[in-house]
T-cell receptor
């Protein structure tokens, strides 16, 4: 079946550094991908919609300059958390549509 | 403003019995509903979905019921198995065009199935 691959699965970084997360659709093309995050014991919250070849659309309250999204090809979207701080520590998940939304395995980000 | 609500944080069921997970929504524009199963530190796995033009969809042990007038849906798992133990999320979408796949999730319900 269709697979969405996300990398890395976990990352630990120092405060102030930037972290890039990759999301790939392995056997299908995705002109649109979605980025969510989940804080402990909370629901998944949509952060932004990644559009191939154009700017991402951010949900209210999500800082576009902090969470940079690039969707340069039909199979790859990246999320870069710039100048990460401890409050950015969260579980980040991407999804793409293949009939139904399919999710990647997620990235656990811990900022020290 | 929580547009999708799962009011039961947890549910405990004995193996072989029925598990019923509930979900309520407030946005009348939602027309497609999905249930996902999730383990900690993993992405959600799709279980079953239902369009707003239907009131029931069945797939093996899983059945989803939709009551549009009440803005309520439920997931029935029969018979429940210990391997079903996980967090279950209800999600909704106003499907169509590129908005499809833009999901609003409930808070999740932790299901524990005891042997």
């Amino acid at each position: 079946g269709a697979v969405v691959s996300q990398h890395p699965s976990w990352v630990i970084c120092k405060s102030g550094t930037s972290v890039k997360i990759e999301c790939r659709s392995l056997d299908f093309q995705a002109t649109t991908m979605f980025w969510y995050r989940q804080f402990p014991k909370q629901s998944l919250m949509l952060m932004a919609t990644s559009n191939e070849g154009s700017k991402a659309t951010y949900e209210q309250g999500v800082e576009k300059d902090k969470f940079l999204i690039n969707h340069a090809s039909l199979t790859l979207s990246t999320l870069t958390v710039t100048s990460a701080h401890p409050e950015d520590s969260s579980f980040y998940i991407c999804s793409a549509n293949r009939g139904t939304p399919i999710f990647g395995s997620g990235t656990q980000l811990s900022v020290l | 403003d929580q547009q999708v609500k799962q009011n039961s944080p947890s549910l405990s069921v004995q193996e072989g019995r029925i598990s019923i997970l509930n979900c309520d929504y407030t946005n009348s524009m939602f027309d497609y509903f999905l249930w996902y199963k999730k383990y900690p530190a993993e992405g959600p796995t799709f279980l079953i979905s239902i369009s707003s033009i239907k009131d029931k969809n069945e797939d093996g042990r899983f059945t989803v019921f939709l009551n549009k007038s009440a803005k309520h849906l439920s997931l029935h798992i029969v018979p429940s198995q210990p391997g079903d133990s996980a967090v279950y999320f209800c999600a909704a979408s106003d499907a169509g065009g590129t908005s499809y796949g833009k999901l609003t999730f409930g808070q999740g319900t932790i299901l524990t199935v005891h042997p």
